[in-house]
């Protein structure tokens, strides 16, 4: 099994910022890719962010420039730096993450999610 806590979601204002973090535990050999997903009311859920094993990043058009994606390998926690926070921002955040399992396999797991909430 392998688990993923998520921390770091609240209320901000607009322009705001905030700082998400996932730590990833439990039975793997490694983790290869990790990201961040989120989900607004009534929307489907999005890929916002992902990083590669090797720190490569991509992000969705409408947080680049504004969110960073990173990760501490020997924690296996990743992290979102998010700024300039807006109200479209406002969703239920989920961290992600790809992991090799003991059997050889690659699984993905999620987390719990963290509400991030942008108002004024």
């Known amino acids: 099994q392998v688990q993923l806590v998520e921390s770091g979601g609240g209320l901000v204002q607009p322009g705001g910022s905030l700082r998400l973090s996932c730590a990833v535990s439990?039975?793997?050999?490694?983790?290869?890719?990790m990201g961040w997903y989120r989900q607004a009311p009534g929307k489907q859920r999005e890929l916002v962010a992902v990083i590669t094993t090797s720190d490569v990043t991509s992000y969705v058009d409408s947080v680049k420039g504004r969110f960073t994606i990173s990760r501490d390998n020997a924690k296996n926690t990743e992290y979102l730096q998010m700024n300039s926070l807006k109200p479209e921002d406002t969703a239920v955040y989920y961290c992600?993450?790809?992991?090799?399992?003991?059997?050889?396999?690659?699984?993905?797991?999620w987390g719990q999610g963290t509400q991030v909430t942008v108002s004024s």
């Open positions: 992600n993450a790809r992991s090799i399992r003991y059997s050889g396999r690659s699984a993905d797991s």
């Open positions: 439990g039975s793997f050999l490694s983790i290869l890719t």
